[in-house]
């Protein structure tokens, strides 16, 4: 199955955390703070991390920030508070996923597997992607490299989390289509993905933010979902 690592300063959640991974068959590891889990990271590879934010040393945030400049690890965060601000600041650092304390340990595995799922179907697609595929708008200001994962705005390199990478390219492949809120969560998301809709609705915003005045091209669909409008 998989190696987990769970990062909690309390360790009554790390050992409810592992005893629900352990029996559904995962490898778990262990870390007290933010600071342990960065030097764990640099040391071993793991197949997804469950870590919370208010943690001393060193918190979940930073923590993310620096085991995402050598890895690109899945990683779900865990939150006493449940405030868009943490959404949103989780989601900019790359977080995959959100979970609020309290929390149900089957639902936290739920979400494992459904991370792991999607990784697993996009390890398996790029695999099998043996065309480059570029996708240039307004005379190339807009180029997207789907392929290399590479979005250029007048020339400059624009840098998103991971899944802004996901959503972006998934709109942009099916452009001038429009997309439920209910088929953007299954496709990028996860064909049994869970979560509530607010997911959707913080990436999109994260997304415009990175697009910029290219955001007009992501026109909301009230009623129905999204579209990226753009030839």
């Known amino acids: 199955m998989y190696h987990i690592l769970v990062v909690d300063d309390e360790a009554r959640i790390r050992s409810i955390i592992r005893k629900y991974a352990e029996f559904d068959g995962h490898t778990v ?13 640099r040391k071993n590879t793991y197949d997804l991390i469950i870590m919370d934010i208010m943690m001393p040393e060193l918190d979940g945030f930073s923590a993310c920030r620096e085991i995402r400049k050598t890895a690109q690890t899945p990683i779900i965060m865990l939150s006493a508070r449940g405030e868009e601000y943490d959404r949103i600041n989780g989601f900019e650092v790359g977080v995959d996923d959100y979970v609020t304390k309290p929390f149900s340990p089957k639902e ?116 129905v979902g999204y579209r990226f409008e753009g030839v």
């Open 29 to 41: 590891t262990e870390a007290s703070d933010g600071m342990e889990a960065v030097l764990l990271c």
């Open 108 to 223: 936290l595995m739920l979400r494992v597997d459904v991370i792991m799922k999607r990784v697993k179907r996009a390890e398996s697609a790029a695999a099998k992607e043996s065309r480059h595929e570029v996708v240039e708008l307004d005379g190339g200001a807009l180029r997207a490299d789907i392929t290399a994962r590479l979005v250029m705005i007048d020339g400059e390199r624009v840098e998103m989390s991971p899944k802004e990478y996901d959503l972006f390219f998934y709109l942009l492949t099916n452009r001038n289509i429009a997309l439920s809120r209910e088929k953007l969560l299954c496709e990028v998301w996860g064909y049994d993905f869970f979560g509530d809709a607010r997911t959707l609705d913080t990436h999109i915003k994260l997304l415009r933010k990175s697009l910029g005045r290219y955001s007009k091209y992501i026109v909301t669909l009230r009623g």
